[in-house]
């Protein structure tokens, strides 16, 4: 097996989404911050925000999607109520509320949110 090592998310307004998961998700920016791409540390893995640009520059000419359907970045949360906690968070901090906290059919604990460009968020509590 290979680990994760980046999740990469194109972004519209790379200052906007650059502030809004550090200070909802309290990441660390890491070394190497440009005009077009700021990588934040999540753990063992790297939160690459990148400016549309970068989509060119990687020979990703297909069509893009700028909905955010194209990647989905998951956040463990320590308990229920840490949960709840961080759903209010990060909706005051400019996140649209898709599926308020729900218990799934494998019981964890969840909610579905889309940062301000409509990347998509799973905040997850295994219990």
Same mark, same amino acid.
């Given at each position: 097996?290979?680990? #994760?090592?980046?999740?990469?998310?194109?972004?519209? $307004?790379?200052?906007?989404? *650059?502030?809004?998961?550090? /200070? /909802?998700?309290?990441? $660390?920016?890491?070394?190497?911050?440009?005009?077009?791409?700021?990588?934040?540390?999540?753990? +063992?893995?790297?939160? =690459? @925000? +990148?400016?549309?640009?970068?989509? %060119?520059? @990687?020979? @990703?000419? =297909?069509?893009?999607?700028? +909905?955010?359907?194209?990647? @989905?970045?998951?956040?463990? =949360? /320590?308990?229920? %109520?840490? #949960?709840?906690?961080?759903? $209010?968070? =990060?909706?005051?901090? *400019?996140?649209?509320?898709? #599926?308020?906290?729900?218990? /799934?059919?494998?019981?964890?604990?969840?909610?579905?949110?889309? $940062?301000?460009?409509?990347?998509?968020?799973?905040?997850?509590?295994? *219990?």
């Amino acid at each position: 097996m290979r680990p #994760l090592s980046i999740v990469n998310l194109f972004c519209r $307004d790379i200052g906007f989404v *650059g502030d809004f998961f550090p /200070t /909802t998700f309290a990441l $660390d920016d890491l070394p190497g911050r440009t005009a077009t791409f700021r990588p934040l540390g999540a753990g +063992s893995i790297m939160l =690459a @925000l +990148s400016d549309w640009s970068v989509y %060119e520059v @990687l020979g @990703l000419n =297909a069509p893009r999607h700028a +909905s955010g359907d194209g990647a @989905l970045v998951t956040f463990d =949360a /320590t308990s229920r %109520e840490g #949960l709840d906690e961080l759903t $209010d968070i =990060a909706c005051r901090n *400019g996140a649209q509320l898709v #599926l308020a906290p729900f218990e /799934t059919s494998y019981g964890w604990y969840q909610s579905v949110l889309r $940062d301000p460009e409509g990347h998509a968020i799973r905040l997850s509590f295994a *219990g």
